[in-house]
């Protein structure tokens, strides 16, 4: 069965640092773009990192540049997301994606944009708070 299994989110305070985990079983991550994305209570849900498969290249919405970094352990079939300098706007549920059923190439920026989505995993909350 394929699934992605987020980790790693809970409360922290302003300027502290997480790091969510987006675990695959089923199939290897690495052979897919995955994504990571942010649903905050009332908005609509947004890509905040995605990695390509094809060149792993990587897009960041403007408010995640210089504080995320998506990176690949293939060691660990996951794709993690490492989040510094947090502030209450980056409160919300993060959850990860992939474009399983399509074989059309995507670029980070596709993905992000939520194209060709179709497996998503439970989502992990994420709360910056004093």
């Known amino acids: 069965q394929v699934q992605l299994v987020e980790s790693g989110g809970g409360l922290v305070q302003p300027g502290g640092s997480l790091r969510l985990s987006c675990a695959g079983s089923g199939f290897t991550l690495s052979y897919y773009p995955i994504g990571w994305f942010r649903q905050v209570a009332g908005k609509e849900r947004e890509g905040v990192a995605c990695?390509?498969?094809?060149?792993?290249?990587?897009y960041y919405v403007d408010s995640a540049n210089g504080r995320f970094t998506i990176s690949r352990d293939n060691a660990r079939n996951t794709v993690d997301l490492q989040m510094n300098g947090l502030n209450p706007e980056d409160t919300g549920m993060y959850y990860c994606a992939a474009p399983i059923g399509t074989r059309e190439i995507l670029t980070a920026q596709a993905l992000c944009a939520m194209r060709g989505l179709d497996t998503w995993g439970q989502g992990t909350q994420v709360t910056v708070s004093s």
């Open positions: 990695i390509s498969s094809h060149d792993d290249s990587i």
